[in-house]
């Protein structure tokens, strides 16, 4: 996990110096759907490979998960604003933040869901997942550019990949609840037979 952590966190920040940069720059797709996400992913499993590190003390202070599920909502939801995302391109400092702050989510997100009982994780995922859907087919419908530094035909494809990622996102945590769930029914199988010996 800790080689997968440092080699998403390379990949992402990669996209934000040249030559990559000019991926980002010239493709909305590039920026919103692969730099951005593979920010949340190295977040993520870094909290995963460290979490004495990046959770010891934060613990207590996200009860529920609600602390970090909270952190990582406001952070995605404020890189979702297409002006923030033109900031993004045009000025280093804003591109620092979203590389740092990104970063942040994806720790948050982790520690979020691993303390976060199911119900927490369905009004979490519930609010974010259609958030991100609308915002993928609004700029796929709309005839505006809201993003400046994009055509309008690069914005277009990024909303069609948007409502793609929050579909692909929501079955990957339906997944990941069945698996959650089997080894209760499991155990619960393991009893009724016990009692019925």
């Keep these: 996990m800790k080689p997968l952590a440092l080699l ?3 990949l992402a920040a990669s996209l934000s110096l040249p030559p990559l940069r000019a991926l980002i720059e010239q493709s909305m797709v590039w ?11 190295a977040g993520a499993c870094a909290a995963a490979a460290w979490p004495q590190v990046l959770g010891g003390g934060w613990a207590r202070f996200n009860r529920f998960g609600l602390t ?4 990582a909502q406001c952070i995605t939801a404020y890189w979702m604003i297409p002006a923030l995302v033109d900031r993004a391109v045009v000025l280093p400092g804003a591109d620092a933040a979203k590389l740092a702050t990104l970063w942040l989510a994806g720790a948050a997100l982790r520690q979020g869901m691993v303390q976060a009982p199911l119900a927490v994780q369905l009004f979490f995922l519930g609010y974010g997942l259609p958030m991100l859907a ?3 087919f609004h700029l796929a ?6 993003c400046n530094a994009y055509s309008l035909e690069s914005q277009l494809r990024a909303g069609q990949g948007l409502v793609a990622l929050a579909a692909v996102l929501g079955l990957a945590w339906a997944f990941s609840l069945r698996r959650q769930l089997m080894p209760d029914t499991a155990s619960a199988a393991g009893r009724s037979v016990v009692d019925v010996r």
């Design 8 to 10: 998403l966190a390379l």
């Design 31 to 41: 920026h919103m759907l692969v730099q951005m996400p593979l920010l949340v992913a």
């Design 68 to 71: 970090g599920l909270m952190l």
């Design 134 to 136: 609308w915002l993928g």
């Design 141 to 146: 419908t709309t005839q505006l550019r809201l």
